[in-house]
């Protein structure tokens, strides 16, 4: 399926009606709390797949942060007002555990940016329910990462998942990755607010692939 310059000013256009673009400036340094060893392995593999697709980069440690992106499993929403410093990570913790609770929300993103409005660090906050604990690992992971390498809008992936079945094997929507990898092409900027970003985006997909 090829994307027009509509469809991809969508995938950055927010529920509000505001345009706004971001990619990671920096490299990713993935740490994974709450989790089995399987899953965490999974996550890091999806990680590191979704960042060789951008052509982007992969560290142990990030030398001001240590880890950047922050995954978080939990029971119940509430455990997360227990997890010592996360409220450092994430304002107003106790107000967003409250909305979750209220939405029977299963995951949630939060990002924080660069001064110039690349993203500097990513917290995934992930509720194992029975729909979530009843998603493969592999196929949740590659799904937190894609959702997690670009600042996508809030209603970007509520119809349709990032993911698509390929004869029995879960891969990234091709059309997705290759938003994603023109995202990544140098010539771009890292962050964006204005929807011209989205035509020159679009132009560019055909040359990333």
């Given at each position: 399926?090829?994307?027009t310059?509509?469809?991809?000013?969508?995938?950055?256009?927010?529920?509000?009606?505001?345009?706004?673009?971001a990619?990671w400036?920096?490299?990713?340094?993935?740490?994974?709390?709450?989790?089995?060893?399987?899953?965490?392995?999974?996550?890091?593999?999806?990680?590191?797949?979704?960042?060789?697709?951008?052509?982007?980069?992969?560290?142990?440690?990030?030398?001001?942060?240590?880890a950047?992106?922050?995954?978080?499993?939990?029971?119940?929403?509430?455990?997360?007002?227990?997890v010592?410093?996360?409220?450092?990570?994430?304002?107003?913790?106790?107000?967003?555990?409250?909305?979750?609770?209220?939405?029977?929300?299963?995951?949630?993103?939060?990002?924080r940016?660069?001064?110039?409005?690349?993203?500097?660090?990513?917290?995934?906050?992930?509720?194992?329910?029975?729909e979530?604990?009843?998603?493969?690992?592999?196929?949740?992971?590659?799904?937190?990462?894609?959702?997690?390498?670009?600042?996508?809008?809030?209603?970007?992936?509520?119809?349709?998942?990032?993911?698509?079945?390929?004869?029995?094997?879960?891969?990234?929507?091709?059309?997705?990755?290759?938003?994603?990898?023109?995202?990544?092409?140098?010539?771009?900027?890292?962050?964006?607010?204005?929807?011209?970003?989205?035509?020159?985006?679009?132009?560019?997909?055909?040359?990333?692939?």
């Amino acid at each position: 399926m090829s994307m027009t310059p509509e469809d991809v000013t969508v995938l950055f256009t927010r529920a509000d009606g505001q345009y706004r673009f971001a990619r990671w400036g920096r490299p990713l340094a993935p740490l994974v709390f709450g989790a089995d060893d399987a899953t965490i392995g999974a996550l890091k593999g999806a990680f590191e797949a979704v960042v060789t697709l951008a052509d982007h980069r992969m560290a142990e440690t990030d030398p001001e942060l240590g880890a950047n992106v922050m995954v978080f499993f939990c029971r119940d929403w509430a455990e997360l007002g227990e997890v010592p410093g996360l409220e450092r990570l994430v304002e107003g913790l106790g107000a967003l555990i409250a909305r979750l609770e209220a939405a029977g929300a299963n995951q949630y993103r939060v990002f924080r940016f660069e001064p110039d409005g690349a993203i500097r660090a990513a917290v995934v906050l992930l509720r194992a329910d029975a729909e979530l604990m009843a998603v493969p690992a592999q196929t949740l992971a590659l799904s937190q990462a894609a959702q997690t390498i670009l600042l996508w809008s809030d209603t970007a992936f509520m119809d349709h998942s990032p993911l698509a079945d390929a004869g029995g094997h879960t891969i990234l929507r091709p059309e997705i990755g290759d938003v994603i990898r023109a995202a990544y092409d140098p010539v771009m900027p890292a962050a964006a607010t204005d929807p011209a970003h989205a035509l020159r985006l679009a132009a560019r997909l055909g040359a990333a692939q």
